[in-house]
DNA sequence: TCGGGAATGTGGTCAGACCACCATGACGGT
DNA sequence: ACCGTCATGGTGGTCTGACCACATTCCCGA
């Protein structure tokens, strides 16, 4: 077909910036099925391997789908998609960069909660109650990190903006939150949590939106500020540790 | 070899998964150069081709870096490395969630701007000067986009938290401005954005962290709200148009 | 009419070959 | 003795063709 592509980089590179282009040109609709790898494959004038390759570094990226027996399929390409990676970002980060994410979602949660304190609705507002409760009601340390997991989610998700959301997500995947969460709560921190919660709480139902960001800034700041602690004090690396 | 990993999703999945594990619990060191695919595909029980799927998977994540004809490297996994992936939401996304990039980058570069206010040095702020000065001084549009760019870049940098540079890097992303910019700056926004740059300048100069958060909040803010009102007036998607 | 099984098409995996590139070191000229 | 040159081996990059596992479709028989 077009051989006016001359050499540019490896082959499997100029094949995954095509289909991107085509995708940002319109001409692959989110949701619409690809030609067979196979088909795909002859077009570009590759082979099947580099095109598998190249699919296979679109699927990671979430702009592509493969659904075996069925087809590749281009996303919904929705913040959710697109930023999944980033929690990969959160996984293999260790000391100082810990505190810089931390940082960051100190700054976007903050914001997310003021959002929130503004707009949210009393069904989510009974959401975010629901899992405070929970929260409360329970010792298991799983339990309790699902629903604080929850709590902030449906504040976030409450702020209106998905594409924050999306990224706060991967900034506060389960396994992120684990290594930290672990460490810090094992100093007798779950009265101080719970009122930092209750105090994001009566900020969310007062409408507030100033208490609202001051509180969840003080919320993630105190974690934040306790894991810096870790880290300057002893040079942390917080791996994802085999426990033997 | 360890044949002791059952059937679990596909076997390049595991793959990316067991290397992802490896640099996890620190068997992979940053920099360090990896078996060669023949031999990991072999360690691990599967083909070359599958192997170099994984690999190429984590190389798009910015774990892995593939050097022809020396080997495989594992990158120094610093903020850049592994948020390079962020361009791609940027690129492509559109209407809607235009609006919402551009509100992220808002509450992220104020606080950027606000913490180099506070700890700029002088050598920073005269790069920042440079920057601002050649965009002055020229009237060609490439040019003052250049300048542009490195302009926040260099304030950002003064913030001293490499993950937050990393993403606001990928939010402005060359591609992503230009198609804004270009419909912005057609509008005759020029003279408006030299004083709000300017205002920026004088607030880092003068290292008063709350009014170059003001000063970058409403830079940023006049995009997002043109941008806002484009999106509402006509459902505007900005494609990568392909211009005829 | 409807249930079930075969046929087909798809992505997933494998094997082996060859090419392009890089690093190293032996070699020969100076 | 020194240094540039080039041969050589090893590495990632690409291609081919085959087979497997899974989904969907469709047709046939109950």
Redesign the pocket.
Known sequence: MDESVPQK??????AIEQIKAMIGEGRLEPGQR??????L?TQL?????????A??ALTVLGVLE???????YVTQLEAGDLLETFGVVADLSRGPRLVELLEVRRVLESTATALAAARITPEQLAEVEKHLEAMNATEDPEEILFHDLAFHRAIVAAAGNETMAAILEGLSSRTFRARVWRGYQEEGAFERTRREHARIHRALADHDPEAARAAAAAHVGEVEAWLRGQVEEHGWTTTNGTRP
């Open positions: 980089g490896t082959v499997t590179q100029r690809l030609p067979t790898e196979r088909d494959a004038g590759i082979s099947r391997s580099s095109m598998r390759e699919i296979r493969a659904r075996h027996g069925s087809g590749i």
